[in-house]
């Protein structure tokens, strides 16, 4: 059984820094297609950052050089580093995984996890 918990939201100033997890559980991590997606209020889900099976990732351009998706194989864990955070960076934030490559469109990822809230302040 598939399973995927975030950890590590919560309400940081601009300019701050936080970093999410993404404990996996029910396959193997290095075998899969696992990303970050975030919704705002209001606004679809929208896919930021994505680490395909061969480590390479792909990030939206609002986040591009401020993010970075990183994976621990031998923890099963995904991650998230945000930097430099802006208060339009607020929204939920969700880890996601399928076997197949998916890029950073939502509809193509299988599993998801319940979300961790990341909210910015000015």
């Known amino acids: 059984q598939v399973q995927l918990v975030e950890s590590g939201g919560g309400s940081v100033q601009a300019g701050g820094s936080l970093r999410l997890s993404c404990a996996a559980s029910g396959f193997i991590v290095s075998t899969y297609c696992m990303g970050w997606f975030r919704q705002a209020p209001g606004k679809e889900r929208e896919g930021i950052a994505v680490?395909?099976?061969?480590?390479?990732?792909t990030y939206a351009d609002s986040v591009k050089g401020r993010f970075t998706i990183s994976r621990d194989n031998a923890k099963d864990t995904l991650y998230l580093q945000m930097n430099s955070l802006k208060p339009e960076d607020t929204a939920m934030y969700y880890c996601a995984a399928d076997w197949n490559w998916g890029g950073l469109a939502p509809d193509l990822y299988r599993y998801w996890g319940q979300g961790a809230q990341v909210t910015v302040s000015s």
């Open positions: 680490i395909d099976v061969d480590g390479s990732a």
